[in-house]
């Protein structure tokens, strides 16, 4: 395994990071979960990610009692804060009130005294982000929380936050957790360049978009039935990827990844990996044995002519926008 610092901070953490969004407390048994994540840290990972709003709490729980068993100081667990943890007025977005609450919620659940990495879920246009990052430095010189990050926010909500963390003097935020893929490439408009300059790293989800960067699922084909998409249909996310041009592209991305001895995962993880702003990429997984696959990635290095060519292959869809 590789480590990378994350964003201008001291904090390293691992390439291929562990996620479990739409996994662990839910479409994963607990003792599978458990199986992965003693699997991710073998193999080297150190960095976890969860969310409170994950299953309601449920993936922080199984996470935390997975990760008990280590030195906590090997470890990086990162989780967030945002979506509704109830039906109340307060029980959602970025108050100081619900990250303060929300962040006490998520050390029980985690059963840890603190939280490495504790994240912006999205941004939240009805609480100035003044009263966001005073809340988050608070918890920082509490202890509570050792850095914070944001997931998802655009190129002028990060300018805006950092220029108030540095006006205050107030701890800096230092990742942010964007989509990135070979498909979905927003973040290189504007986003990567603006966290460069304002010291944040991108840990980046769906590096696979959700399963359709493996290549199983094929052009002009029905859609396997043991997959997400199958059991999934009212995932918008994964749905809007089977598009013609996207599966047909992917299928040309898949042979230039068998006849350069590797697989489309890896390819797509390595990909993403090229990119110096992005920190880690967070893998999701089912199976010990896709972790196995996945962390094969940090060894792969893509030569110019070889990314070259990948650029040319995804020509097709660089005007493509998955639907939200």
Request: aromatic letters at 8%.
């Amino acid at each position: 395994m590789e480590y990378r610092y994350l964003g201008n901070s001291g904090l390293k953490v691992s390439e291929i990071a562990l996620g479990s969004w739409l996994t662990y407390g839910k479409a994963v048994e607990d003792q599978t979960a458990e199986a992965c994540i003693h699997k991710a840290y073998e193999l080297g990972i150190n960095f976890f990610d969860t969310a409170n709003a994950y299953e309601g709490g449920q993936a922080e729980k199984v996470l935390g009692k997975a990760l008990k068993s280590y030195d906590r100081s090997s470890l990086v667990v990162a989780t967030k804060v945002f979506f509704p943890m109830g039906a109340g007025p307060n029980d959602s977005g970025l108050s100081r009130k619900h990250i303060i609450e929300q962040c006490d919620a998520s050390l029980k659940r985690l059963g840890m005294d603190y939280i490495d990495l504790y994240q912006c879920h999205r941004f939240d246009e009805n609480v100035p982000v003044e009263e966001t990052l005073l809340a988050l430095d608070d918890l920082v010189k509490q202890g509570k929380i050792l850095y914070a990050g944001v997931s998802e926010w655009t190129g002028a909500q990060i300018e805006k936050a950092a220029g108030f963390a540095k006006e205050w003097r107030l701890h800096p935020l230092i990742s942010n957790q964007p989509i990135y893929n070979m498909i979905e490439r927003y973040i290189e408009e504007e986003v990567i360049a603006v966290s460069e300059q304002n010291g944040l790293g991108q840990i980046v989800f769906s590096p696979l978009a959700q399963g359709v960067l493996t290549g199983k699922y094929k052009p002009n084909t029905d859609i396997p039935a043991n997959s997400r998409a199958a059991n999934d249909c009212t995932n918008m996310v994964i749905n809007s990827y089977f598009d013609e041009r996207v599966l047909m592209t992917v299928s040309r991305l898949n042979d230039f990844a068998l006849d350069h001895g590797m697989k489309l995962s890896q390819l797509a993880l390595a990909w993403i990996l090229r990119q110096p702003n992005v920190s880690s990429a967070i893998i999701g997984a089912s199976r010990p044995d896709q972790i196995e696959e996945n962390v094969k990635a940090v060894e792969i290095e893509l030569t110019e002519n070889m990314l070259n060519e990948i650029e040319s292959i995804l020509e097709p869809i660089k005007d493509f926008h998955p639907a939200r």
